[in-house]
Every structure is written in structure tokens, then in C-alpha cells.
């Protein structure tokens, strides 16, 4: 499957890729025609800190952000992106004048929790919300559902790949959208064109990667 691999390079920055494959992929709540691979992006050293950079520019100096809230394996890029926004003049209102890169916990059933020792990091804070794709917002619903349960004020998202513009009202900002890949479809698994002509899974993705079917 990786003999079909087409990579896309950023306008802005060569160096910085988003790899797709083309065929017929489940996910936990679609059915999508292209799996979007973020494993060099979320990974690889040049690449995570130069899609932050690319990020960091779409955030206005006004904004201010304490914590970003990290999903999907996106740590690393969380990490390059708050040394960017900082640099860039992003304001935090944390009393050491630093920001918290977070990731909540998956609990039984799918539901995010935070810790106690974690809740201080949410509370009374502006976050931002970190992910790598946001297809049908199902996540970006969760994660802020979760994030304002614990009182945290959410800010806005930021995607490594996007289908959407927005998600309840919350902008999100992304490197890559479904116009880089023009004919990117994601269905309801019951209103899957693939599914009814009978065309076989190719793999069942997530945020870690496929597994062939």
C-alpha cells in the first residue's frame, strides 16, 4: 500500500509534506477514499517544527493561549508550536509566563479526562487545541466538550489537516485542507459509494497509523 503514496508539499515550506493514499480506509466514526498519513509530520524532527512554524503565523498577536491541549500523537508538534507562538508575541496570562503543552487522558468508552494534578493546566486558562486532522469534528466536539468541562476557555484549534473551516463556532487553523487533495470524500459508514459497489477496506486508520484488512 505505501507504493501509493502521494505526497503533497506545503506552499510555504517545501520540506514540510503531507502524504495521502489513495483506496478505501475505515475510520472510528467515517469511511474515507484517501488515509492521510501524519507520521513524518508528527515524527520527524524538521518537519514537526516546521509545520509549527507555519501554524504559529496564523494566530494574531492579540491572542492570547496558556495551554495548548495536544491530540493525536501531536506532542512534539505542541511543543515546537508554543516555542513558535511565543517568539511570535502570543501572550500567556500563566503566572511563570510560560505555556503548558497537555494531552488528556482516553478513558474507558473514549471519554478525555484530566487528572488531578493536570486540572491546573485547564482551569481558568486560554487554550488551544492541537490535532492532526479534523474530518467530520467529531474529535475537535469531544476535546472541547472536555477542555470547557474542566474550565479551560478555548481559543481555537489548529490541524495539520482539515476538512472543515470551523467546528461549534471554534476556527480552525490548518496546514493542509481537503483542497490540497481535491477529491477527498469521508462518508458515513452506512452512506458509503465504496462500501455499496462492493469495493474491499483497504485498512482501518486512526491517529497511529493503518492496519491492513
Known amino acids: 500500500m505505501e507504493t501509493r503514496v502521494i505526497k503533497i508539499p506545503s506552499q510555504v515550506n517545501n520540506n514540510v509534506v503531507l502524504r495521502v493514499i489513495p483506496g478505501h480506509f475505515a475510520t472510528t466514526h467515517s469511511h474515507i477514499n484517501y488515509y492521510v498519513d501524519m507520521t513524518f509530520l508528527k515524527a520527524r524532527k524538521s518537519e514537526a517544527e516546521g509545520?509549527?512554524?507555519?501554524?504559529?503565523?496564523?494566530?494574531?498577536?492579540?491572542?492570547?493561549?496558556?495551554?495548548?491541549?495536544?491530540?493525536?500523537?501531536?506532542?512534539?508538534?505542541?511543543?515546537?508550536?508554543?516555542?513558535?507562538?511565543?517568539?511570535?508575541?502570543?501572550?500567556?496570562?500563566?503566572a511563570h509566563q510560560t505555556m503548558y503543552v497537555v494531552s488528556p487522558e482516553i478513558h474507558t468508552g473514549g471519554q478525555l479526562i484530566f487528572r488531578d494534578n493536570m486540572q491546573g493546566m485547564i482551569e481558568g486558562k486560554h487554550v488551544l487545541l492541537m490535532l492532526a486532522t479534523a474530518s467530520t469534528g467529531i474529535t475537535i466536539k469531544r476535546a472541547v466538550e472536555c477542555i470547557r468541562y474542566y474550565g479551560g476557555i478555548v481559543e481555537g484549534a489548529a490541524a495539520l489537516f482539515s476538512a472543515a473551516d470551523s467546528v461549534e463556532g471554534i476556527k480552525i487553523n490548518s496546514l493542509f485542507t481537503d483542497k490540497d487533495i481535491p477529491d477527498y470524500k469521508t462518508y458515513h459508514f452506512t452512506e458509503c459509494p465504496m462500501c455499496r459497489d462492493k469495493q474491499k477496506l483497504d485498512a482501518i486508520v486512526n491517529s497511529y497509523g493503518y492496519s491492513r484488512v
Open 51 to 94: 509545520a509549527a512554524k507555519i501554524l504559529a503565523h496564523s494566530f494574531g498577536t492579540n491572542t492570547y493561549i496558556d495551554t495548548i491541549v495536544c491530540m493525536d500523537g501531536c506532542e512534539i508538534i505542541g511543543a515546537y508550536l508554543a516555542d513558535e507562538l511565543t517568539r511570535n508575541g502570543i501572550m500567556s496570562i500563566n
